[in-house]
């Protein structure tokens, strides 16, 4: 089949999907009747001549309320495979990142190149850097894709940490083990760790940014005195519903480990659960039902109010990774600076676009394009934007022409070596801020 035809292919089926619904739900789903047991586990023998497996996210005497596992039935064991072997890692890096220092200095790329033709989903992650150890499971890392062409008899597992996928150009569809999503520009998509999964390309082509999260799972952020509604809401997550493969033609499976991939040839897919139930499940979020909150008197309010999901640290507040979002929003702020301050932080920032324009940059910041501002590295608006915005006419102003996000965390974020070096970074990002001028009078 041609990439046109299988990518054809590919939006039917991304436009004919179901979804449940909850974040952090017990979802359970069949795609044959009975296949899903009741009052057990493990039965002594499965329904249908199915596998019983459990796929535990996170420690068995976890806390109820942080406990990830999910129950899968199979048509086959995922223990029934050969061995594995290393292969390239191609331009994929994991944590600790110890290929340059970490660098103080304000940074900012263009896009990544177009990739050569027949790059897929896998073969085209690019990885711009991160922190913490993924042998520890503490930390993240930035990677970046480029594709044009679908995943094609292979499929995809990371042990070492959760994938959150924001497309920027092209749309996705993620057959999972529990089933089908469909990511376009605007949504975001959560692969928990160990999952397995195959990515379609529904265009011709693709680009986006993954966060690897090694942590602790993302969560829904705590509301605080906000109450009990505002943010993401759980309901607007969607989780798939049970879709099979039985498939009997080899299949590379490739799992990253320990910051290396490893590759086996099964005689079948793997992504063979014909049903399942449990909490360790991925998602799709629609980044534009996110309920934006912010003042309704003065002055523009901390980042943190955007934040969509967060991967708890052992202190509380102090996250390993927050994902951000800057969405469609009002600005009404009276005797108010509105684009976002000038600050130095003790958290580290790596930004993003998924479209549009973003309110603190007049230019060089484009979609499919990042910065990073490292901890304490002053930032903030460019001189363009300062002078615009001092001087404007303060009537309430609609935000809808952009969507940005940002990938927040308490460690510094160590660029490796090919993104310090590469072409497409912007050498002088520094210049934006040149022409700040003095307006000081005693």
Sequence with gaps: MSEQAGSEQARKTAEALEYLTGFGNEHSSEAVPGALPLGRNSPQRAPLGLYAEQLSGSAFTEPRSHNRRSWLYRIRPSAAHPPFTRIDNGALRTAPFTEAPADPNRLRWNPLPDPAPGTDFLAGLWTLGGNGDATQRTGMAVHLYAANASMTDRVFSDSDGELLIVPERGGLLLRTELGLLAARPGDVAIIPRGVRFRVELLDADARGYV????????????????????????????????????????????????????????????????????????????????????????????????????????????????????????????????????????????????????????????????????????????????????????????????????????????????????????????????????????
């Design 211 to 442: 966060c690897e999260n090694y942590g602790q799972p993302f969560v829904l952020p705590d509301l605080g005195p906000i109450g009990a509604n505002g943010l993401a809401a759980a309901r607007d997550f969607r989780a798939p519903v049970a879709a099979y493969e039985d498939v009997e033609r080899p299949t590379e499976v490739i799992n990253k480990f320990c910051g290396n991939l490893w590759s086996a040839t099964y005689d079948h897919s793997p992504l063979d659960v014909v049903a399942w139930y449990g909490t360790h499940v991925p998602y799709v979020y629609d980044l534009r039902r996110f309920n934006v909150l912010g003042t309704i008197s003065y002055d523009h309010p901390d980042p943190s109010i955007f934040t969509v999901l967060t991967s708890p640290s052992d202190t509380p507040g102090l996250a390993g990774v927050d994902f951000v979002v800057f969405a469609p929003r009002w600005l009404v702020g009276e005797d108010t600076f509105r684009p976002p301050y000038f600050h130095r932080n003790v958290m580290s920032e790596y930004m993003g676009l998924i479209e549009g324009a973003y309110d603190a940059k007049a230019e060089g910041f484009v979609p499919g394009g990042g910065s990073l501002h490292n901890m304490m590295s002053a930032h903030g608006p460019d001189h363009e934007t300062f002078d615009r915005a001092s001087a404007a006419e303060l009537k309430p102003q609609k935000i809808d022409d952009g969507l940005a996000f940002m990938f927040e965390t308490r460690w510094p974020i160590t660029a490796t070596a090919q993104a310090a070096g590469a072409d497409h970074l912007q050498r002088g990002y520094d210049d934006v801020w040149q022409g700040l001028q003095r307006h000081f009078r005693a």
